[in-house]
């Protein structure tokens, strides 16, 4: 396929995709993806060669998640156990402990993200200096004057910005459908990075561009092509 000569090697932020809890976690009764689950996702990023990332601190967040809905259903079951009793025998065994669970669900998101050739990024070179900066200053995730609530939101985005700075991306894409983000905010922190970071708030509208640039990726090869052939 040709070519283009008027983007520079990296600047296309599609190339680089990089997805917050709101768009990886699913059902928190199952295993289940989200939204990054779609499979039109991964074939419009397979087909454009586009590499998706997930900070690993959103896999600790979906595992705490789901450990809070179970215990819920293991409350839940032991109150009708108890209601019942006097007409039938109800048992539960074979109670895990938290660690267990949270380890048993980190391996389980772990494991779907392979079926999307996902790449799990750590949070590690993200430092505490840096998000009380961001805290100190209010910007977005930190957005409330009397309650800078936002610590792992602020985590997420500057770990992407750190991976990129560090991998030497010039653009990526962040998704994310937390309203505490704030676009103006992202794009600040992009430039002290040195670069471009289109958000998005929704997966399923980036898929849609995806797969616009792949229709327009195959025509124009297409194109090519055919110029091959007559010339």
């Known amino acids: 396929m040709p070519s283009s000569k008027e983007d520079p090697p990296g600047s296309n932020p599609y190339l680089h995709l990089f ?12 295993s289940s993806l989200g939204r990054i689950g779609i499979d039109r996702l991964a074939d419009a990023a397979k087909f ?19 450990l809070r809905r179970l215990r819920e259903r293991i409350k839940d079951a032991k ?9 039938v025998s109800v048992r539960i065994e074979k109670e895990r402990t938290d660690d267990e669970l949270i380890a048993m669900f980190r391996e389980e998101t772990k494991g779907q993200l392979t079926h999307v050739s996902a790449t799990v990024i ?12 961001l805290s100190t200053r209010r910007i977005p995730p930190f957005s409330k ?3 800078p609530t936002g610590f792992h939101d602020a ?28 676009e103006w905010a992202i794009e600040k922190l992009a430039r002290e990075y040195e670069l471009t970071v289109v958000f998005e708030t ?3 509208p980036l898929i849609e561009k995806l797969e616009r640039i792949r229709a327009s990726a195959s025509q124009a090869e297409a194109d090519w092509l055919t110029r091959k052939e007559t010339d």
Do not use: M
Request: hydrophobic share 40%.
């Open 19 to 30: 997805f917050d809890t709101t768009e990886v976690a699913g059902d928190p009764d199952s």
């Open 48 to 66: 454009l060669g586009s590499k998706i990332y997930v900070p690993d601190l959103v896999l600790e967040e979906i595992a705490y998640r789901r």
């Open 79 to 87: 109150e009708t156990a108890t209601r019942v009793k006097a007409y």
């Open 122 to 133: 750590s949070v590690g070179p993200v430092t505490l200096q840096k998000v009380l900066e």
């Open 145 to 147: 004057a009397d309650d």
């Open 155 to 182: 985590v997420v985005l500057l770990s992407v910005l750190e991976y990129a700075k560090l991998q030497q991306f010039r653009a990526c894409t962040f998704v994310s459908n937390d309203r505490d983000y704030a």
């Open 202 to 204: 929704d997966t399923r």
